[in-house]
């Protein structure tokens, strides 16, 4: 069984598209994550929510928009892809943020997005 | 503001050697966490090891050992008899207290020849 998920696995679009990244995670974890890595496999955290509501969100464009229906999934949406934009894209999840922010992330697979 | 130092870039050994990955961090946070995750070439992130801050007790783990010094601000990784399989980036991460975010050090990799 598959703890952290994300779909699709590889995103190639063009310049100006918009997409959006799935992620779903059965652990019963409380807080979910994006981050983003680099080339350079520097990982960056884009966005935090715990419970459904928006806890960390870091100087990212706005034109990412994250989307939680529920706390097991967390949604990524972007509008109007740029080059820079190509990257991997992982999400995360842990256990409630505050008494246990000790907790490890576990991580999905990622997401390769290459934006020609 | 919270930083995670991983000095070295890219470390080659060859297999059984011993090999030990540096991580150097700062925080203001009296309680914080460490962490090591570990990235193989086929790209996923796999969790090695959570140490908390008042817990100064290194751990083995098989031939994996982290040696936590408040000290020093270190958590160093060492690598026993090193395999191919341990080939792979190495993440060293510091998250501090509620609601603070997960520092990632930029990563050190390693290659382990036959």
């Known amino acids: 069984d598959t703890a952290v998920s994300q779909t699709p696995k590889y995103l190639v679009t063009q310049m100006g598209n918009d997409k959006s990244i799935k992620c779903e995670q059965n652990?019963?974890?409380?807080?979910m994550y994006w981050y983003k890595q680099d080339s350079k496999k520097f990982l960056k955290i884009m966005f935090s929510?715990?419970?459904?509501?928006?806890?960390i969100n870091e100087t990212v464009p706005n034109r990412f928009s994250p989307k939680s229906p529920d706390k097991a999934h967390l949604n990524l949406h972007i509008n109007s892809l740029e080059l820079g934009d190509s990257a991997v894209y992982f999400c995360?999840?842990?256990?409630?943020?505050?008494?246990?922010?000790?907790?490890?992330?576990?991580f999905g697979p990622g997401t390769r997005l290459t934006v020609l | 503001a919270q930083k995670v130092t991983q000095a070295q870039t890219e470390i080659s050994v060859v297999e059984k050697e011993d090999v030990t990955l540096d991580c150097v961090y700062e925080?203001?946070?009296?309680?914080?966490?460490l962490f090591w995750y570990k990235q193989p070439p086929s790209g996923e992130l796999v969790f090695l090891i959570r140490?908390?801050?008042?817990?100064?007790q290194n751990e083995i783990s098989g031939r994996y050992s982290w040696n936590f010094q408040k000290s020093t601000s270190s958590f160093n990784f060492t690598i026993t008899a090193s395999q191919v399989v341990d080939s792979a980036v190495y993440f060293c991460a510091l998250r501090g207290g509620a609601n603070s975010k997960l520092t990632f050090g930029k990563g050190i990799t390693l290659s382990v020849r036959p």
């Open positions: 652990l019963g974890h409380d807080t």
């Open positions: 140490r908390n801050s008042f817990d100064e």
């Open positions: 995360a999840s842990s256990q409630v943020l505050g008494q246990g922010a000790g907790n490890e992330q576990f």
């Open positions: 929510y715990n419970n459904k509501e928006l806890i």
């Open positions: 925080t203001r946070d009296t309680t914080y966490y």
